[in-house]
Structure formats: C-alpha cells, structure tokens
C-alpha cells in the first residue's frame, strides 16, 4: 500500500501563491507517478498535474498550465505543487494520488482518475477575491 498525506492548504487572496505538499509512506518503490487533482463545490474531482517518476516528465491542466509547478524530491518521497497567480476559480480541495500502474510513453495516461490507485485526504485551498 501506499498512503499519500496532503498539506499546505488555506487561504490566499487573489494573485497570491501557495505550496502544497504530499508526503508518500509505505510501498513507494512500487510508484510510477503521482498526480493532483481538486474538486470543487457540486463539481467533479479534475486533474490539475502529474508528474512521472521515471523520468520527471510532467503535465498539466491547461487551466492550471504556466501557473502552477509540479515537483518531486525523490529520497524524501514527497511531492510539491506551487500554485502561483491564484484565482477564485482555483478553490477546491485538493487531493493528492499515487499510481502503480505503467502509463506507456504519454504522460496523458496520469490525467485520468482512473489510473491512479491510492487517494490521499484532501487539503482546502480557498482564494478570494
């Protein structure tokens, strides 16, 4: 099993930034990405990023894409996203998820919900205007 712990949600006015982070336990080795999605009030859970571990290759939501970075330090298996320029719109929770399967070589296959087998809590990120 692995277990993803998110942290560093809260709240932020409009244009400012905010770091969260993800701490991973348990069969890390067993990981081939790790992702974060959001999910708002009466919407469904989306992808914001993800990033592969075999090679770093990363990508995005295009409403998220030149704002926000998605980050891993591997020898303390965490994993970060810097949210820069905030708006409103970016107001969920976010979780963090860890995959165990092989997406192939596109990155797209880590956008889906679906290819992600551990869930995180969640972490409240609220921008106001």
């Known amino acids: 099993q692995v277990q993803p712990v998110e942290s560093g949600g809260g709240l932020v006015q409009a244009g400012g930034s905010l770091t969260l982070s993800c701490a991973t336990s348990g069969r890390t080795f067993s990981i081939h990405a790790m992702g974060w999605f959001r999910q708002a009030p009466g919407k469904e859970r989306e992808f914001v990023a993800a990033i592969r571990w075999s090679d770093d290759s990363t990508i995005y939501a295009d409403s998220v894409k030149g704002r926000f970075t998605i980050s891993r330090v591997n020898a303390k298996n965490m994993v970060y996203l810097q949210m820069n320029n905030l708006k409103p719109e970016d107001t969920a929770v976010y979780y963090c998820?860890?995959?165990?399967?092989?997406?192939?070589?596109?990155?797209?296959?880590?956008?889906?919900?679906?290819?992600?087998?551990?869930w995180g809590q969640g972490t409240q990120v609220t921008v106001s205007s």
């Open positions: 998820a860890a995959s165990q399967s092989f997406g192939g070589t596109s990155t797209y296959y880590y956008t889906r919900r679906m290819s992600y087998d551990h």
